[in-house]
């Protein structure tokens, strides 16, 4: 258990709206991701973090932004949500960047 | 594209018996293979890897295949149990970098 801890854990908002979608650790892990979770698709990464303020895009990061002020808080934005972000999230985090992934317990995002 | 592919969506297993999940790649630069299990409401855990040197490692009833000519990879459960009752993502990286994972399968134990 890495002490992961994603907020909030389930939202339900409207077309348009922003969201921000929080991930917290306590492991003081260098690496940070933010993959979500669809059926049929499985996991694919949105964009992930090698250290404070260092992002970087991953294979699905249209319609997102991230933020890393501190090495514990990864965020997660969406500045105009979309019924195609209807999704659940999955922050994860790693000690190197090959090491075992840990994975918080998942956002549940609904976009009516 | 899929780089990673798990073609069976579900697999059913008698308690007992071996359960073998496959998983298979297209780019053939992946050099570090994951499985990882997941339960419904939670987040997915590490099971069990492999590097590319490798053909086989075993951790306990988990073992994991590669075959590198066929860019395949597979994963067995053996004595299966009602607790590996789940969906098995398997995943792979190039030189250190990020994961790719596949699609899953839903594995159901049954009694």
Known sequence: DAGITQSPRHKVTETGTPVTLRCHQTENHRYMYWYRQDPGHGLRLIHYSYGVKDTDKGEVSDGYSVSRSKTEDFLLTLESATSSQTSVYFCATAGISDGELFFGEGSRLTVL | ?111
Not at chain 2, 49 to 74: M, P, Q
Request: include cysteine; aromatic fraction near 12%.
């Open chain 2, 1 to 111: 594209d899929q780089q990673v592919k798990q073609n069976s969506p579900s697999l059913s297993v008698q308690e007992g018996r071996i359960s073998i999940l496959n998983c298979d790649y297209t780019n053939s630069m992946f050099d570090y293979f994951l499985w990882y299990k997941k339960y419904p409401a939670e987040g997915p855990t590490f099971l069990i890897s492999i590097s590319s040197i490798k053909d086989k490692n075993e951790d306990g009833r988990f073992t994991v295949f590669l075959n590198k000519s066929a860019k395949h990879l597979s994963l067995h459960i053996v004595p299966s149990q009602p607790g590996d009752s789940a969906v098995y993502f398997c995943a792979a990286s190039v030189g250190n970098e990020k994961l790719t994972f596949g699609t899953g399968t839903r594995l159901t134990i049954i009694p």
